[in-house]
C-alpha cells in the first residue's frame, strides 16, 4: 500500500483545484465489540479538511460501525479519537453533534411526522442560541435568529433543489427523495465534518447522479469535509479524495482510490477470496 | 324558548367545564407518551402531589413532620408562616420540576428501551410510591385549597340568561370556580402550543416524540427533553390539581381522575394534543347529557360512573385509532 500523502500532512491544492488542509479527525486504534462479535478491530485512520473521505467494504465490515464510533452512537472498547487536534472524551451523539459533526443514516432517520420544512429546521437546533425564557422575553432577539435559521433553511433547500416539496410530510415522500431530505437536514446544521452513510443506496441511475452531483457541490462550494460510506465502487471512485477499505472489521487499505483499486487484498476481499 | 331546552344547554356548559379537568389529566398523559413511549399511570397522582404540596406551602406545614417527630420525638407540625398563593403555586410548579428530574434519572434513565409493558409497570409502581410519599410528607387528612379563586355560581350569568326562559328559568346556573377553571386551562393549552412550536426546547420536544435517532443526531439530548416532558406533566398536573381541589377539596381519591382520563384517551387517541382535548370535552358533556336525558329519567341515575367507559369500549370497536389518529391498515 503506497503511502504518498500519508507521510506528508502539508495542505496541498487537488487537482480540481479544492483545498486540502490538516488533519481534522484522527481514529487511532480504535477497537469495538458486541459481546464476541468484534465489529472493529485495531483500526487507525485519518480524515484530512476539505477532503472527500470513503469508506468501504463488504457487508458487515463494520463501516456503519466505524461511522457510529465517528459520531457518539457507539464508543469502542479500545483506542482514541482526535478531533481539531484535541483528544475527544468519550461523548453522547448530541454532544459530538454540537461539536459541528452531522450525519445521515444507511436506514434514514427523519420526522416522519413533520414537513420537509420543519424536518431541515430541526438541523438548526445547535444555532438556536435564544433559551425559551429570552426568547418569550425579549421577541426582537428570537425574530432576528429565527429569520436567519430561516435563510439558512432557504439556502440548502434551493441548494438540494427540493423547493417542490419544502410542505410536504416527509412520511410521504419516496425513498430517494427522503434520502435527499436527510442530508438536507444535516447540511443545515453547517458542519464541518458531514457523514453520509450509503447516501446512494437503493437509488436509482438517475436519482444516484444528482445525488453524486450534490455531494460533489457541498465539499466544492462550503469546503465540508465529508465522510462518506458506499457500496458503488463507481460512485467511490469518481467522488472520494481517499479510501479506507475494511474487511471483517479490520482495515486492509488506505490510499487515492487508484491506489486502493489496485490493492492485492481489496481485489481478494471483493472477489471473496476465503479468509483464513 | 322550551325551558327543558335551556336547562340542556345549562347540563352541556357544565358538562364542558367538567370535559376541562379531564381533558387536562388526558394532556399530561399524552405529553410524555409522544415524547418517551411511557403510558404514565401516576399522572394522577401528580396531580394529588402536585395539590398536596401547594396546601402543605400555602399552610406553611413541615414536611414529613410525623416522621421527624416520631423519630426525634419533637412536637413540630408548623413553621408558623403563611405563603401566599401566586408564591406558593411557584415553590409547588419547581418541585415538580426536581420531582420530574428525580423522577427521570432514578427510575426511567435506566430503563431506556425496555419494553412498553415494563415501563408502564414502573409508572404504577412510581404511583404508589408518590402517594406515599405525598402522605408522609403532608399527612393523609382532607385539606381544604384555597388559592382565592372565585367560587359559588355566578349570579350575573343568571341574572342575565333568565330572560332567556319562561316562567320557570331563572337563568343558567354555572359555578364561577369552573369558568375559571376553563379560562385556565385554554391559556395553559395556548402556552403550550405556543412552546411546542416556537421555542428550540419546543423544536427538540417534538422532535424527540418523532425519532429518538434522528434527534439524537440533530444534537437533541435525550435525557433533557425527557425531564422537560416529566416537568410540563407535572405543570399540568399541578393546574388540574389546584382545579380540582378548590372544588372538591385536597383528597386521595383525587388520583382516580387519572381513571376518567382513560376513555378519554381512546376517544383522541394517545398522542394527540387536540384530541386530549376534544376527548375530555366530549366525555364530560356526554356523561352530564346521558345522565339528564336517559340516565336519571330512565335508568335510575348514577350513569356518570360508567358512562365514559362504555363510550370509550363503542369507540374502540368502531375506531381504534381515535378521532385523531391516523387510519390503522394493517401492512401485509
Ligand atoms: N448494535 C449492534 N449490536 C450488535 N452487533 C452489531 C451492532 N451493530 C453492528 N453490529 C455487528 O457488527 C458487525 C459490523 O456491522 P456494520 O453494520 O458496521 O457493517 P457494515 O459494514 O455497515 O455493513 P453493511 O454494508 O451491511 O451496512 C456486524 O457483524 C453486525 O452484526
Ligand atoms: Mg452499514
Redesign the interface.
Known amino acids: 500500500m503506497a503511502n504518498s500523502m500519508k507521510d506528508t500532512y502539508e495542505p496541498y491544492v487537488t487537482e480540481d483545484g479544492r483545498q486540502i488542509g490538516g488533519v481534522l479527525m484522527e481514529m487511532k486504534n480504535i477497537t469495538l465489540r458486541f459481546g464476541g462479535v468484534v465489529a472493529i478491530k485495531d483500526i487507525s485512520f485519518d480524515i484530512r479538511e476539505g477532503e472527500v473521505r470513503a469508506i468501504i467494504g463488504p457487508n458487515g465490515a463494520g463501516k456503519s460501525s466505524m461511522l457510529n464510533v465517528i459520531s457518539g452512537f457507539y464508543n469502542p472498547q479500545e483506542g482514541e479519537v482526535f478531533y481539531k487536534g484535541e483528544k475527544r472524551p468519550p461523548m453522547r451523539p448530541y454532544q459530538v453533534a454540537r461539536l459541528g459533526i452531522a450525519r445521515t443514516f444507511q436506514n434514514i432517520a427523519l420526522f416522519d411526522g413533520m414537513s420537509v420544512l420543519d424536518n431541515i429546521m430541526t438541523g438548526r437546533l445547535n444555532h438556536m442560541k435564544a433559551g425559551m425564557w429570552k426568547q418569550a422575553i425579549w421577541k426582537g432577539a428570537a425574530e432576528r435568529e429565527e429569520t436567519e435559521n430561516r435563510e439558512a433553511v432557504e439556502k440548502v433547500i434551493d441548494f438540494l433543489e427540493i423547493q417542490a416539496i419544502r410542505k410536504t410530510p416527509v412520511g410521504r415522500l419516496p425513498y430517494g427523495l427522503k434520502k435527499r431530505v436527510e442530508l438536507a437536514r444535516a447540511l443545515a446544521a453547517e458542519p464541518s465534518l458531514l457523514l453520509l452513510d450509503e447516501p446512494m443506496a437503493g437509488m436509482n441511475v438517475e436519482e444516484k447522479e444528482d445525488m453524486s452531483r450534490f455531494i460533489l457541490d457541498v465539499n466544492d462550494e462550503f469546503g465540508t469535509t465529508i465522510a462518506l460510506i458506499e457500496h458503488d465502487m463507481g460512485v467511490v471512485m469518481d467522488l472520494s479524495d481517499r479510501v479506507v477499505v475494511m474487511d471483517y472489521g479490520k482495515k486492509i487499505g488506505d490510499g487515492t482510490p487508484d491506489e486502493v483499486r489496485n490493492n492485492q487484498d481489496v481485489i481478494d476481499a471483493y472477489l471473496g477470496v476465503s479468509h483464513d | 324558548m322550551p325551558t327543558e331546552f335551556l336547562y340542556g344547554v345549562e347540563v352541556v356548559l357544565n358538562g364542558l367545564m367538567a370535559g376541562v379537568l379531564y381533558a387536562l389529566v388526558a394532556l399530561g398523559f399524552v405529553l410524555i407518551f409522544k415524547a418517551s413511549g411511557i403510558f404514565n399511570y401516576a399522572q394522577g397522582v401528580l396531580a394529588l402531589f402536585a395539590a398536596l404540596t401547594l396546601v402543605g406551602i400555602m399552610e406553611g406545614q413541615v414536611p414529613f413532620a410525623h416522621l421527624i417527630n416520631a423519630i426525634f420525638g419533637t412536637e413540630i407540625h408548623h413553621f408558623g408562616w403563611h405563603v401566599p398563593a401566586v408564591l406558593a403555586i411557584l415553590l409547588t410548579a419547581a418541585v415538580m420540576v426536581l420531582l420530574a428530574w428525580c423522577v427521570h434519572n432514578f427510575v426511567f434513565r435506566h430503563l431506556v428501551g425496555q419494553e412498553p409493558i415494563i415501563l408502564f409497570m414502573a409508572t404504577i409502581g412510581l404511583a404508589y410510591f408518590l402517594e406515599g410519599v405525598g402522605d408522609l410528607m403532608w399527612g393523609s387528612n382532607i385539606k381544604t385549597l384555597d388559592v382565592g379563586l372565585p367560587q359559588g355560581a355566578s349570579f350575573w350569568l343568571e341574572e342575565n340568561t333568565a330572560f332567556l326562559g319562561g316562567e320557570e328559568f331563572y337563568g343558567f346556573f354555572i359555578d364561577k370556580l369552573d369558568m375559571v377553571a376553563t379560562l385556565v386551562a385554554v391559556l395553559l393549552v395556548i402556552a403550550l402550543v405556543l412552546?411546542s412550536q416556537?421555542?428550540?426546547?419546543?423544536?427538540?420536544m417534538?422532535?424527540v416524540?418523532?425519532?429518538h435517532?434522528?434527534?439524537?443526531?440533530?444534537?437533541?439530548?435525550?435525557n433533557f427533553i425527557w425531564v422537560l416532558v416529566w416537568s410540563l406533566a407535572g405543570f399540568v398536573a399541578l393546574v388540574a390539581g389546584i382545579m380540582w381541589g378548590a372544588k372538591s377539596g385536597v383528597q386521595f381519591s383525587l388520583s382516580l381522575i387519572a381513571l376518567k382520563a382513560l376513555p378519554v384517551l381512546m376517544l383522541g387517541g394517545f398522542t394527540s394534543i387536540p384530541g386530549a382535548i376534544v376527548g375530555g370535552l366530549i366525555i364530560g358533556v356526554g356523561e352530564k347529557l346521558f345522565e339528564f336525558l336517559i340516565g336519571a329519567p330512565y335508568l335510575g341515575g348514577a350513569t356518570e360512573n360508567w358512562f365514559a367507559y362504555v363510550l370509550a369500549l363503542i369507540f374502540l370497536v368502531f375506531r381504534p385509532q381515535g378521532l385523531f389518529g391516523e387510519k390503522i391498515i394493517e401492512r401485509v
Open positions: 412552546f416556537y421555542t428550540k426546547q419546543g423544536r427538540a417534538r422532535a416524540a418523532d425519532d435517532q434522528a434527534a439524537l443526531s440533530v444534537g437533541i439530548s435525550l
